[in-house]
C-alpha cells in the first residue's frame, strides 16, 4: 500500500524533466532520488539532520538542507512544483506555510500534501 501511495503522489506531478522541484519534507529522499531519476533538478528540505544525512546517500545529486519549512531561504519562483507526502503540518490549516507557495513559479503544479 506504501508504494501505491508513493507512486500517486510522485505521478500526480506528471512529467517533471528539467523541472525544478522542491521536495518538502524529503526525510531520507526516497521521493528525491526518485525525482532525480525522472530528470528533475530537485532540492529536498526537511528538519532532521539524521534524516538528512541518509538523503545524502540516496541522492548526493540533490539540494539539500535542513530547515523548518518557515525558514526557507528560497526566492519566490524558484520551483516548478512542490512535493509535500506524509508531513506533519505544524500551521492552521488550511492557512499555508509563510513560505513555501510563493517559493513556486506562478504557473507552478498544485502541492500534493497528507493531512
Known sequence: ????????????LGDVA???VLDYGCG?????????SRGARVTGFDISV?????????APQAGLLSCAAEMLPFPDGAFDAVLGKQIRITWTW???SPRSPVCCAPA?????WSR
Open 1 to 12: 500500500m506504501f508504494q501505491e501511495a508513493e507512486a500517486y503522489h510522485l505521478d500526480a
Open 18 to 20: 528539467g523541472r525544478c
Open 28 to 36: 531520507a529522499g526516497g521521493a528525491t532520488a526518485h525525482l532525480l
Open 50 to 58: 539524521a534524516r538528512l544525512l541518509e538523503a545524502r546517500q540516496r
Open 94 to 96: 488550511p492557512s499555508p
Open 108 to 112: 507552478a503544479e498544485p502541492c500534493s
